[in-house]
Each structure stands twice: as C-alpha cells, then as structure tokens.
C-alpha cells in the first residue's frame, strides 16, 4: 500500500499530540471570532490592526473590484498588473523610505524567491537559529554557504563572519520573532554588515504596521535605509491584506524583476488585492493613533500577565508567548480559556521546540478582555 507511510506518519503525531486539523471560523477576522457556533474573544489574528474588515478599506476595495476583476490573470511581466500596483510598491517605498519596493504573492513566496536571487556560490548567508519557515526555504533553496547563529545573538554572529572568507555576505533575520515576539538587535547586527561589507535582509512581517509608528524595525531603531538593507514585509498581518513585499534601493528591484523566480513566474496579485493594501497603508498613515491603540493593549495585557507572575518579555510587540511545560499542558490551558470564551493558539513542535501559548493582541481588544484574559489565564495556571 503505497499510502501507509503517510498513514504511519499521522498515527504518530496524533500519539504525540502534535496531530493538527483545520477549523474554519464563521465570521469576518476581528475582535471576535465564531467556531464551530461558538464566538469567543480571538487572539489567534496576526491582523493586530483589525484593517481585514475596515469599512473604509472594503469601500475602497470593491470599487477596484468592480474595474479589474477578480483575478490577475498573468504574472508582472505579461502585464497581470496595474497602476495599482506601481502605487503600492511606491507607497510601500515611502513607507519603508526606500527607493523602491516589489510586491510578491505572498510574503512566503517573497523570502523563498528573493533569498536564492540575492546570493550564489560565491556567498556565505548568516541566518538566525528562529527564523521562519520560509526564510528556511529560501535559504535551502540557496546555493550559497551557510551558516546559522544562536538566536539575536550579535556576539555569535560577528565570529561566523570574521571566520568566512566568501567575498559576499548577507545576513537574514527576522525583525520581531514570529513565535516569541522579541525584537533582533537590528542596530549592532547592522554595525556588523556594515563592517563586513555585508547584505542585511530583514523579514518585517510582523514589525510592519506594529513597531517604529507603524514603519517597521528600522524606524524603530532609527536607523536609516541605506542601500546594503533589504527589508521584506508582508501585507498580510498588520495590513489586513494579502501579498509579500520588499523595499530596498532600485538596483535590487530591478535585478529581482529579472531573476526573482517567483516574482516572474507567478501571476500578479489581483489589482483589487493591491487597492486593499494601498488603502490600508494610507489608512495607517493617516490615522497614527490605531497604532498608539495597539501600543496601549499590549502594554496593558504584559502588564496584566506581570501582576500575576506570568514572565513577558519587554518588548512592545503584538506576539505575547506564555511559554508551558509540555505539549499535553499547553493544550490543556488552551481548552481551558477556549472554555472560558478566548481563543489563544497552542503552539507545537515543530512550529516551536519549545511548547507555548501564543496570544495576539490586537488594536480592537478593549481593556475588558484583555483583562479577562489574564483572570481565566491565572484560573487555569493556579498561579497566585
Ligand atoms: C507570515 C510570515 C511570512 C509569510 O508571509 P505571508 O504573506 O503570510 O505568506 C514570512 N515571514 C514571517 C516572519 C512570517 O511571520
């Protein structure tokens, strides 16, 4: 039976508790979330700005909708693309202060296109030990020499690249961890490409619309976009949308136009699709106080975990880990709260090596539920 490997392979997961399955919600993404006829409080959503159902960006949308039709119908390069999309790169050029920007189907698509076409044998990559699952890909898909890095460790970092004798280098690391929420040391990272002529790619997927006023980790840190920075983002967390960027100098755009495998040979994101993120994108700049909202719900809710002896780390990012002994616990804590009306997502090897809860704070939480949460939270954790 040709099947049974797969068979064998599922049986073991579900032993394991690691065995997943796919529950469609029944409503649109927001504060609330309905399951199975049930609406419980979500903080399960990476759309930490509530943009996905924002009556403006929908307005907006369905107008575009209406002239372009639902699909892109070929890739960039056999024109499956529209003005829109120019206004999108340039928007998010201006957002990220770069010269220029190129979007991708999805920022999956992005890092495993744009990783292989920035380097070759003649480059050694440097990537964080945390880093996502498409980073991983695309370095895989590399034929450059690499290395990894003990995680945001700087220190580790410097001493891989002094050893390397590859001409060129480029270091890739997420800006806030997917996982743990923790922001890298873009600043002495950045010091050290600098000093080893290195490229610095950055995946901003979720430091895109949360950190730096909404601009990202290089406003966070205010350093400047200079042209040896990548920065690679996603409209799909914070931006309510979907599709993968990066913003770099026009040199790299122009060269991923002509050799990024899945920026030439994928259809263009539907014109609609790129009016949502354009929307969106002015929305965040127009409204900065959305951010200062978000701000003040994840600084309430670290707060609220402190009060009752749950470590959260420091920074102001919208992933809060509640990090659990094991598997069987954090399923258990899980069920609980799902119980109590939250949904907060166990997350399990081999997303994590390490078992947690991964609560997503959005900017439409109220203080109400957050504080619920960490009532239910102590409950089940008995902690005092
Ligand atoms: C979600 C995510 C991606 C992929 O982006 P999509 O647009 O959802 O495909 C890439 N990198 C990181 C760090 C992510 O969290």
Same mark, same amino acid.
């Given at each position: 039976?040709? #099947?049974?490997?797969?068979?064998? /392979? ?6 394991? /508790? #690691?065995? &997943?399955? !796919? ?29 996905? $159902?924002?009556?403006? =960006?929908?307005? /907006? ?9 639902? @699909? ?7 024109? @499956?693309?529209?003005?829109? *999309? ?8 201006? #957002?990220?202060?770069? +010269? ?28 964080? +030990? ?5 980073? !991983? ?9 690499? $290395? ?7 220190? *580790?970092?410097? +001493? ?20 743990? @929420?923790? =922001? ?15 490229? #610095?790619?950055?995946?901003?997927? *979720? @430091? ?61 994101? %539907?014109? $609609? ?75 399990? %090897? ?7 809860? &991964? !609560? ?25």
């Amino acid at each position: 039976m040709p #099947l049974t490997r797969f068979e064998e /392979h599922l049986s073991a997961l579900k032993n394991k /508790h #690691l065995y &997943r399955t !796919i529950t469609d919600r029944e409503n649109a993404q927001g504060k609330t979330i309905s399951l199975n006829g049930k609406t419980l409080i979500n903080f399960s959503s990476n759309d930490y700005l509530g943009l996905s $159902y924002n009556p403006e =960006i929908i307005k /907006h949308t369905k107008k575009y909708l209406d002239t372009f039709g639902t @699909g892109g119908g070929a890739s960039r390069l056999l024109h @499956g693309g529209t003005h829109l *999309h120019t206004e999108l790169e340039a928007l998010t050029a201006q #957002l990220k202060q770069t +010269e220029s920007a190129l979007s991708f189907s999805s920022g999956f698509s992005a890092n495993v296109s744009v990783i292989p076409a920035l380097t070759d044998a003649n480059t050694s990559i440097f990537s964080d +030990e945390l880093n996502h699952a498409s980073i !991983i890909d695309g370095v895989r898909l590399s034929s450059a020499v690499k $290395y990894i890095y003990r995680h945001n460790d700087a220190k *580790h970092l410097s +001493e891989l690249m002094s050893a390397d004798r590859n001409p060129n280098k480029m270091v890739v690391t997420e800006s806030v961890f997917s996982m743990d @929420g923790d =922001i890298a040391p873009i600043d002495s990272i950045n010091e050290l490409c600098k000093a080893n002529n290195a490229l #610095l790619y950055i995946d901003d997927a *979720h @430091g895109t619309g949360v950190i730096g006023k909404g601009c990202g980790v290089l406003a966070h840190f205010g350093i400047n976009p200079e042209p040896h920075i990548i920065q690679m983002g996603t409209y799909s967390k914070a931006l309510g949308s979907i599709g993968g960027f990066v913003a770099c100098s026009s040199v790299i755009t122009d060269y991923l136009i002509n050799t990024a495998r899945g920026f030439i040979f994928s259809t263009a994101l %539907p014109s $609609y699709v790129a009016a949502a993120s354009i929307a969106a994108i002015e929305f965040v700049m127009k409204n900065p106080e959305i951010i200062n909202q978000l701000m003040n719900n994840i600084r309430f809710l670290k707060t609220a975990l402190k009060d009752i002896g749950i470590s959260v780390n420091p920074s102001d990012t919208a992933i809060v880990p509640v990090y659990l002994d094991s598997v069987k616990e954090t399923l258990r804590v899980s069920d609980y709260l799902q119980q109590k009306g939250f949904r907060v997502p166990a997350i399990r %090897p081999k997303t994590v090596k390490t078992p947690r809860l &991964r !609560i997503s704070v959005t900017a439409l939480h109220t203080e109400y539920d957050l504080v619920s949460l960490a009532e239910a939270m102590k409950e089940v954790l008995a902690v005092t």
